[in-house]
């Protein structure tokens, strides 16, 4: 079955700090896609990266980046030089393909703050 | 960019009324899906919605829900008879097309809350 862990319940850096979010995951497909969210305060779910199974090339935007490693099945969120604006709560999930489109399982998120 | 547009943003409502929440997915999208955020908890799926029809859908989902595309560009989740445990977050979503998971989209969601 579809399982998403992320262990981190809350993390509080200090400004400038870099953060790494966790995501182990779990499924019996071999065709499956990772993403990132986050959600500020306001609630919506704002869009961060997709990753499919077969594209374990890491990724750089910014000051994120994500460790994709298939071997361990994690896919874990870097953030460098963190800012006061990055606190927020921040979701792993995994959408497994089926013929009715597809099911997302989400972790159950990531609290992160970052002081001034 | 494309959006997922849901409405109203936050909605009140007494216990025991219907309630019916409105998306308009992105125009050349096939799959609709809705998930449900309790506030402080995870993002939960609802059901998935393809030619015209439920083709996946949730323990959550229950009698009490329905989803329904009713004029070909809206896509709305109704609750007939609201319970106070319905008060949450909820997400609408859309896909192009199978297996596409780019253009995959959340809208930014309608808060409910039942008092």
């Known amino acids: 079955a579809q399982k998403v862990t992320q262990a981190q319940t809350e993390i509080s850096v200090v400004e400038k700090e870099d953060v790494t979010l966790d995501c182990v995951y779990e499924?019996?497909?071999?065709?499956?896609?990772l993403f990132w969210y986050k959600q500020p305060p306001s609630g919506e779910l704002v869009f961060l990266i997709r990753?499919?199974?077969?594209?374990?090339q890491n990724e750089i935007s910014g000051r994120y980046s994500w460790n994709f490693q298939k071997s361990t099945s994690s896919f874990n969120f870097t953030i460098t030089a963190s800012q006061v604006v990055d606190s927020a709560v921040y979701f792993c999930?995994?959408?497994?393909?089926?013929?009715?489109?597809?099911?997302?399982?989400f972790g159950a998120g990531t609290r992160l703050f970052v002081k001034a | 960019e494309p959006e997922v547009t849901q409405t109203p943003s936050h909605q009140v409502t007494q216990m025991g009324q219907e309630v019916i929440l409105r998306c308009v997915p992105i125009?050349?999208?096939?799959?609709f899906y809705w998930y449900r955020q309790i506030l402080g908890q995870k993002v939960e799926f609802l059901v998935s919605?393809?030619?015209?029809?439920?083709?996946?859908k949730s323990e959550i989902f229950d009698d009490q829900f329905s989803v329904e595309r009713p004029d070909g560009s809206n896509f709305t989740l109704k609750i007939r008879s609201t319970k106070l445990e319905d008060s949450a977050m909820y997400f609408c979503?859309?896909?192009?097309?199978?297996?596409?998971?780019?253009?995959?989209?959340f809208g930014s969601g309608t808060r409910l809350t039942v008092v």
């Open positions: 979503a859309s896909s192009p097309g199978q297996g596409e998971s780019y253009g995959y989209t």
């Open positions: 499924t019996r497909d071999t065709t499956y896609y």
């Open positions: 990753r499919n199974s077969f594209d374990e």
């Open positions: 999930a995994l959408s497994e393909v089926y013929t009715g489109g597809f099911k997302t399982i």
């Open positions: 125009s050349n999208h096939l799959y």
């Open positions: 919605f393809y030619n015209n029809e439920i083709s996946e």
